[in-house]
Nanobody
């Protein structure tokens, strides 16, 4: 099981970035996935999550209040890839962003519900 993030970098305040997370070694569509971030000196926090599985609940999303209406999580199950579109970036969005695989199909904001983590991609928002 492997998760590899990409797409981080330097952005100006108000700018945009799109993060990608390529998954391998498991049935990607069956699992809930999440994006988390950790800024220096701060605890890791959940940014956004999306459910997997089948049926009407597939693709259900949840966001932290701090990113709601600015960030969008999505998934392309055919490409085994998770995305995080980040718009209207702020300096406080600066952090190391990780994607993670949940232990089941549901979405969850709890870190303990995630069993596999990527190495992370750095996002820096600065003028």
């Amino acid at each position: 099981v492997q998760l590899v993030e990409s797409g981080g970098g330097l952005a100006q305040p108000g700018g945009s970035l799109r993060l990608s997370c390529t998954a391998s070694g498991f049935i990607f569509s069956a699992y809930g996935m999440g994006w988390f971030r950790q800024a220096p000196g701060k605890e890791r926090e959940c940014v956004a999550t999306i459910s997997g599985g089948r049926g009407g609940t597939t693709g259900t999303t949840s966001y932290a209040d701090s990113v709601k209406d600015r960030f969008t999580i999505s998934r392309d199950n055919a490409k085994n890839t998770l995305y995080l579109q980040m718009n209207s970036l702020k300096p406080e969005d600066t952090a190391l962003y990780h994607c993670a695989k949940s232990r089941g199909w549901a979405w969850s904001p709890r870190q303990g519900d995630y069993v596999t983590w990527g190495q992370g991609t750095q996002v820096t928002v600065s003028s």
